[in-house]
Nanobody
Framework: QVQLQESGPGLVKPSQTLSLTCTVSGASLSINEYYWSWIRQPPGKGLEWIGYIAYTGSTYYSPSLKSRTSISRDTSKNQFTLHLSSVTPEDTAVYYC???????????????WGQGTQVTVSS
């Protein structure tokens, strides 16, 4: 059974870097042809895809967030990590990690999700 679990600080100050880690069990980040994404949902808004790291290790980011986003992985720990720099209150959201069977920016195409973690950007 595939499980994903997000972890990281719930409060980040403006201009700092938000860092979240997703720990995966029941699947390998690098063996099968899956894509591992970060997705967020701001309060009162819909899901927004942030970016993915593929089973090959290649990455692809949303054009609107690309300049501030980095996704990396540690295959020895079966974890992947989101770094979002220069955050503002507009980055306040519930952040999810998810697995999908294809390279996609459409949140509904991801079949396994973590439970989500609330991140608030505030001084």
């Amino acid at each position: 059974q595939v499980q994903l679990q997000e972890s990281g600080p719930g409060l980040v100050k403006p201009s700092q870097t938000l860092s979240l880690t997703c720990t995966v069990s029941g699947a390998s980040l690098s063996i099968n042809e899956y894509y591992w994404s970060w997705i967020r949902q701001p309060p009162g808004k819909g899901l927004e895809w942030i970016g993915y790291i593929a089973y090959t290790g290649s990455t692809y980011y949303s054009p609107s967030l690309k300049s501030r986003t980095s996704i990396s992985r540690d295959t020895s720990k079966n974890q992947f990590t989101l770094h979002l720099s220069s955050v503002t209150p507009e980055d306040t959201a519930v952040y999810y990690c998810a697995r999908g069977p294809r390279a996609s920016a459409v949140p509904n195409e991801y079949d396994y999700w973590g439970q989500g973690t609330q991140v608030t950007v505030s001084s």
